[in-house]
């Protein structure tokens, strides 16, 4: 047995050639990995109804994924982490259920490709618009970082049909922003939001119905891409007013870039700091994290800071870590928070 459960005890059994186990709770590499000794289990008290992802480590370092456990993740760019939960996973009521199926429920995704001119390289992305969409009806935009995660493997745009067919929130056109090197683009880059203005605006504006003012245009990201969601709309009000941010690496600072290399475990708290002396007042904002990740923390003093600066916001936590299970579960009320009726 790959994983056994006992309460709140979760017991890992190490699979022939592992060393070493890591996952959530180790932060992954962000921490020593757990020793495998003798060849013996290894047991952790972890929290109840977590979604746990974890991995195996061989004598020569790499991570391998248990052969033992069919449970994978929802993991768009590694295929080694496997899961347990313990208990049952809270999962959000607005996946349950069927997905409209029916054309006249369903939205419609536009391909966009050009070449970049602030970041060179061919771009690419997805403009997604609702259903029943009206050329003549000026709609909100949501700019989404990581946009074919998010579109994929999220199904941000799956969830708008479902939270649309049940008359849950108003329509919203989403438009989601592939990186090229997202480390470079969206750790605190002044040049991104001149990528945003000069080339994604432009070209979404000119060929769709969407708000032109800030009060209708928000920001989407996911940990890097959060972190450059709130950077970008708190530098640029008069252009972004809302932002959503899923585990924001809130770990960073102007200095913390070394070449291709970033610090998102000791750079500090930055950004805080940064809202704290000059608070975005005109801002909304969504912000959740994992409870089994190294930005927890990070993520609630963000939220305690504007609690005490009087920010309009929300902040939910969720009992699993930094992955895409948490920021699929999270997406329905930073949707609902955003574009409820």
């Known amino acids: 047995m790959a994983v056994s459960v006992a309460g709140t ?4 059994t190490p699979p022939t050639g592992a060393t070493a186990l890591l996952g959530d709770f180790t932060d992954w590499l962000k921490q020593p990995p757990l020793p495998v000794v003798g060849g013996q289990p290894i047991t952790l008290t972890l929290p109840r109804g977590a979604w746990v992802e974890y991995a195996w480590l061989d004598a020569a370092g790499q991570p391998f ?3 033992d456990n069919s449970q994978k993740s929802l993991n768009p760019w590694w295929n080694y982490p496997r899961a347990a939960e313990v208990g049952e996973y809270p999962r959000h009521w607005l996946w349950q259920g069927d997905a409209p199926n029916d054309p006249p429920q369903r939205g419609e995704a536009h391909r966009m490709a050009w070449e970049g001119r602030v970041f060179a390289g061919k771009r690419r992305g997805y403009v997604y618009t609702p259903p029943g969409y009206d050329a003549a009806r000026t709609y909100p935009v949501y700019y989404i970082q990581d946009g074919v995660a998010f579109y994929r493997t999220g199904k941000l745009s799956e969830l708008l049909d479902r939270a649309l067919a049940q008359d849950l929130i108003d329509p919203a056109i989403l438009v989601f922003v592939e990186p090229l090197d997202r480390n470079a683009e969206y750790y605190l880059n002044d040049r991104y939001f001149d990528f945003l203005q000069g080339e994604v605006l432009e070209q979404v504006e000119q060929r769709f119905s969407v708000s032109r003012e800030a009060a209708g245009r928000g920001l989407w990201g996911a940990s890097l891409g959060g972190l450059i969601s709130l950077y970008t709309a708190w530098q640029h009000p008069d252009v972004f007013s809302k932002v959503i941010s899923h585990s924001g690496a809130f770990i960073a600072a102007p200095d913390g870039r070394q070449g291709s290399t970033i610090d998102t ?3 500090g708290e930055w950004l805080r700091e940064q809202l704290q002396l000059r608070p975005p007042t005109d801002l909304q904002l969504s912000l959740d994290t994992g409870t089994l990740e190294w930005l927890l923390s990070p ?12 920010i309009r916001h929300q902040y939910r936590e969720y009992p699993s870590g930094h992955n895409w299970v948490t920021w699929q579960n999270a997406l329905p009320e930073a949707l609902l928070y955003m574009q409820g009726r």
């Not at 005890?9 to 890992?12: E, S």
């Not at 993520?299 to 009087?310: F, K, S, T, V």
């Open 65 to 67: 994924a248990d052969p």
């Open 265 to 267: 475990t000791s750079a």
């Open 9 to 12: 005890h979760v017991t890992f």
């Open 299 to 310: 993520n609630r003093r963000m939220a305690a800071a504007l609690q005490d600066l009087g």
